[in-house]
């Protein structure tokens, strides 16, 4: 066999841990391959998460409001129909044009893309079997793992992607259904839910816990947030589990009981959504062979720097600890090329936004009321509604609020909340805040232009030192 070619830094994984890792090492001039088995890069984010969910939920939220919300707005509008293929096509439009963006930017910085599935042979060398048949291999002096992470699958019901689906088939079914059941009130239990619910299906969503939105979500918030939602036409199923599906018949039967006990009841469905969060993925990588460890929740061990305890080999994005967000991903690719090239590298997990992406937006950043009481820090709270922002009210979109957890007695901002419009967009401004160590009085002190959304930020603020204006 011909020897493996030697690299600096072989990435195995094309994801957005994988891809942006490949460029900052081409930029920093390292000679670098990266390896993925999609067969199109950008991994679970652009080709089924991040990107295609955007689509179809900016897409959806426009129909809706255009079916539901036009006639107080002063436009008539004649006959409105949904044309789902038309919509599945700007989404896959927007998911190609990605893709082939970051193909782009590997030619522009010198990044090899080699398409198949990496495996270790040894400690420094990576055999691909290629996605066009046949095999090769290739040597790293350094070696980043990137595989992401799957849908954590529901004991006893088989994923079949039509009816029973996970995010990757609700992203792409062929026809609404008329009842969906999603199991797991998280992000894509919501963001999936209100897909199919504004497209006109019955969506009821179970969730174990008391509370809609996944770990992290402030109480306050998830209870308004469920509100809304529920104003919207989708009904909730909290404190209760599923204790089996039964798949046999058209529809999709599931036995479900109040989560401490109780009578079980069916709830069936024509499509059944599995969302109760995701797990790292690094089958077939035989990341054993070469003796590295997996915690009780698979995810592979790393120290601060990233590296495995094979010191040139490093890990970062859903395959292992932290937060399983693009964002995260990202900032830990430019900081461990970093380590690589300059022996030092940064990423602030304690200023790491979340954004839901239903209507209204979700989005916070630094610790919720539930952490700050769990962890004995005193704080103080001041919150503003966006039902008394000009701007919300004037785009009769004026649910939600904006909240903000400071330090009682120095008044640094802890964590913001937002359940309102744009608020992905305005979580920007409180990260900012955050990472820089700002007071509430260092925002309700800065200029924010008028008429906008971003005025019930500053206002919140105030509310926290001292007094809004308008509420
Ligand atoms: P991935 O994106 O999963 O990439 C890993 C890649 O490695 C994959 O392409 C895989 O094919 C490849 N691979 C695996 N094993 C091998 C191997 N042995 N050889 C070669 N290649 C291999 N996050 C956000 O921040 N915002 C959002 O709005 C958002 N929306 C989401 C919506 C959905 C429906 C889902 C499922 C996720 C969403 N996420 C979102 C999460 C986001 O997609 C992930 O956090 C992100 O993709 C993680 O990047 P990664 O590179 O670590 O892993
Ligand atoms: P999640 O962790 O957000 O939510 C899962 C929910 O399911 C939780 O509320 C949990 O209590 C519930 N649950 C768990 N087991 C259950 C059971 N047996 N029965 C009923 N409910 C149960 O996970 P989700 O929504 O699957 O998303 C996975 C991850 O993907 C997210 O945590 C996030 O990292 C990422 N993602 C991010 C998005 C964004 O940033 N906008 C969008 C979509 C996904």
């Given at each position: 066999a011909?020897?493996?070619?030697?690299k600096?830094?072989?990435?195995?994984?094309?994801?957005?841990?994988?891809y942006?890792?490949?460029?900052?090492a081409?930029?920093?001039?390292l000679?670098?391959a990266?390896?993925?088995?999609?067969?199109s890069l950008?991994?679970?984010?652009?080709?089924?998460g991040?990107?295609?969910?955007?689509?179809l939920?900016?897409n959806?939220?426009?129909?809706?409001?255009?079916?539901?919300?036009?006639?107080?707005?002063g436009i008539d509008v004649?006959?409105?129909?949904l044309?789902?293929?038309g919509?599945?096509k700007?989404?896959?439009?927007s998911?190609s044009?990605?893709?082939?963006?970051i193909?782009f930017?590997?030619?522009?910085n010198?990044?090899?893309?080699?398409?198949?599935?990496?495996?270790f042979?040894d400690?420094?060398t990576?055999a691909?079997?290629?996605?066009?048949?046949?095999e090769t291999s290739?040597?790293?002096?350094?070696?980043?793992i990137?595989t992401?992470s799957?849908a954590?699958?529901?004991?006893g019901?088989t994923?079949?992607?039509?009816?029973?689906?996970?995010?990757t088939?609700?992203?792409?079914?062929?026809e609404?259904?008329?009842?969906?059941v999603?199991i797991?009130?998280?992000?894509?239990?919501l963001?999936?839910?209100?897909?199919?619910?504004?497209?006109?299906?019955?969506?009821?969503?179970?969730e174990f816990?008391?509370?809609?939105?996944g770990?992290?979500?402030?109480a306050?918030?998830?209870k308004?947030?469920?509100?809304i939602l529920?104003k919207?036409?989708m009904?909730f199923?909290?404190?209760?589990?599923v204790l089996s599906g039964?798949t046999?018949s058209?529809?999709?039967a599931l036995?479900?009981e109040?989560?401490?006990?109780g009578?079980?009841?069916?709830?069936?469905?024509d499509?059944?959504?599995v969302a109760?969060?995701r797990?790292p993925?690094?089958?077939?990588?035989g990341?054993e062979?070469?003796?590295l460890?997996?915690d009780?929740?698979g995810?592979?061990?790393?120290?601060?720097?990233?590296r495995t305890?094979?010191?040139?080999?490093?890990v970062?994005g859903?395959?292992t600890f932290g937060?399983?967000?693009a964002?995260?991903?990202?900032?830990?690719?430019?900081?461990?090329i970093?380590y690589?090239?300059?022996?030092?590298?940064?990423?602030?997990y304690?200023?790491?936004?979340?954004?839901?992406?239903?209507h209204?937006?979700?989005?916070?950043v630094?610790q919720?009321?539930a952490?700050?009481?769990a962890?004995?820090v005193?704080?103080k709270?001041?919150?503003?509604p966006?039902s008394?922002?000009?701007?919300?009210?004037?785009?009769?979109d004026?649910d939600g609020?904006?909240k903000?957890?400071?330090?009682?007695?120095t008044d640094?901002?802890?964590?913001?909340h937002?359940v309102?419009?744009?608020?992905g967009?305005?979580?920007?401004?409180?990260?900012?805040?955050?990472e820089?160590?700002?007071?509430?009085?260092?925002?309700?002190?800065?200029?924010?232009?008028?008429?906008?959304?971003?005025?019930?930020f500053?206002?919140?603020?105030m509310?926290?030192?001292?007094?809004?204006?308008?509420y």
């Amino acid at each position: 066999a011909t020897p493996a070619e030697e690299k600096d830094l072989v990435i195995i994984g094309g994801g957005v841990a994988g891809y942006v890792a490949a460029i900052k090492a081409g930029q920093e001039g390292l000679k670098v391959a990266c390896i993925e088995k999609r067969g199109s890069l950008g991994g679970t984010c652009l080709n089924v998460g991040c990107i295609p969910s955007k689509s179809l939920l900016n897409n959806s939220h426009l129909y809706h409001t255009i079916l539901h919300d036009s006639k107080s707005r002063g436009i008539d509008v004649g006959d409105v129909k949904l044309n789902l293929a038309g919509m599945m096509k700007a989404k896959e439009t927007s998911v190609s044009g990605l893709t082939k963006g970051i193909e782009f930017l590997f030619k522009k910085n010198n990044v090899e893309y080699i398409k198949g599935t990496g495996a270790f042979a040894d400690e420094h060398t990576v055999a691909v079997n290629l996605v066009d048949g046949g095999e090769t291999s290739v040597r790293g002096k350094n070696i980043i793992i990137a595989t992401g992470s799957e849908a954590t699958p529901f004991p006893g019901l088989t994923i079949d992607e039509k009816k029973v689906v996970t995010s990757t088939g609700a992203i792409a079914l062929t026809e609404v259904p008329k009842k969906m059941v999603v199991i797991g009130g998280g992000i894509i239990g919501l963001e999936m839910g209100s897909v199919w619910s504004r497209l006109g299906a019955e969506v009821t969503v179970v969730e174990f816990l008391g509370q809609i939105g996944g770990p992290g979500m402030d109480a306050e918030i998830s209870k308004a947030t469920q509100k809304i939602l529920t104003k919207q036409g989708m009904k909730f199923k909290l404190n209760t589990k599923v204790l089996s599906g039964d798949t046999s018949s058209s529809e999709v039967a599931l036995q479900v009981e109040a989560a401490k006990g109780g009578k079980a009841e069916t709830l069936n469905a024509d499509v059944v959504l599995v969302a109760i969060g995701r797990r790292p993925y690094t089958a077939g990588l035989g990341f054993e062979n070469i003796g590295l460890e997996v915690d009780n929740r698979g995810r592979l061990v790393i120290d601060q720097e990233y590296r495995t305890k094979i010191p040139h080999i490093r890990v970062i994005g859903d395959c292992t600890f932290g937060p399983m967000l693009a964002h995260k991903a990202e900032e830990e690719a430019v900081a461990v090329i970093e380590y690589i090239t300059k022996s030092h590298g940064h990423v602030n997990y304690n200023a790491i936004p979340s954004v839901m992406y239903t209507h209204p937006e979700v989005a916070w950043v630094g610790q919720n009321e539930a952490e700050l009481k769990a962890a004995g820090v005193k704080y103080k709270s001041g919150s503003f509604p966006f039902s008394a922002n000009s701007r919300a009210k004037t785009n009769q979109d004026s649910d939600g609020l904006v909240k903000f957890l400071a330090d009682a007695e120095t008044d640094r901002i802890l964590g913001v909340h937002i359940v309102g419009p744009n608020a992905g967009e305005m979580i920007a401004e409180g990260t900012l805040a955050l990472e820089y160590g700002a007071s509430t009085e260092d925002v309700g002190r800065t200029s924010h232009a008028h008429p906008t959304l971003a005025e019930a930020f500053k206002e919140a603020a105030m509310a926290t030192y001292g007094k809004a204006i308008h509420y």
